[in-house]
């Protein structure tokens, strides 16, 4: 699929309320389990957090790319940075343990649906008045495929304070990271 049509998709589905970006729901099967385009079941992360923010994340591989769902409770209502990062560990408070975002490419940090982004860039999730945010996002470039240069496996993904802006190297000033989980495999 054309790079920035996947981006488009992601920026698209990652929003989590209609009202103030373009969330437009992808909706997705995932392949035959077993097949070459599903070496994993799913994988999930955890999110911890020393302020409060906890939620799941579930990713699983679908014939768009990798999705990933769930549910994150105590933000502050608004938009929050959304990163995969290169490295799986989570040592709170800073959580700055998990390293930068996740650029196997060597590309400038931007949104989802520039031509160049880090594969990390997710964009930002909204919470709403209550401090939830639903995740939903198809990112063709990601895989749970521990071979691909695109795995997410035994990465971290991390949600920072504020929105990110999607240009401000290397990180989109989106503030401090206030929540971390380490995204490892289902056990099959």
């Known amino acids: 699929m054309h790079r920035s049509l996947v ?6 589905a990652v929003s989590c309320t209609p ?3 373009t969330a437009v729901p992808v909706e997705t099967s ?4 077993g097949s070459a385009a599903n070496p994993a079941k799913g994988a999930r992360a955890e999110l911890q957090s020393p302020v409060g923010v906890v939620g799941t994340l579930v990713f699983r591989e679908t014939a768009e ?9 105590g933000l502050t209502p608004g938009a929050h940075g959304f990163h995969v990062h290169g490295t799986g560990e989570c040592t709170a408070p800073t959580f700055d343990s998990a390293g930068p975002h996740f650029d196997p490419t060597a590309a400038p940090h931007a949104g989802p649906t520039a031509a160049a982004h880090h594969l990390g860039d997710l964009g930002n999730i909204d919470a709403d008045e209550a401090g939830e945010a639903v995740v939903h996002a198809v990112v063709a470039e ?11 496996l035994g990465r971290a993904i991390v949600v920072h304070a504020k929105a990110d ?7 989109g000033d989106a503030g401090d990271r206030i929540a971390c989980g380490v995204i490892v495999a289902d056990a099959l």
């Open 7 to 12: 981006a488009l998709a992601l920026a698209a």
């Open 19 to 21: 009202s103030s970006s």
């Open 142 to 152: 990601l895989s749970l495929d521990e071979k691909a240069s695109g795995s997410v």
């Open 65 to 73: 790319g990798l999705a990933v769902d769930g549910s994150i409770t």
């Open 165 to 171: 802006d999607l240009q401000t190297q290397p990180s």
């Open 30 to 33: 995932p392949p035959a389990e």
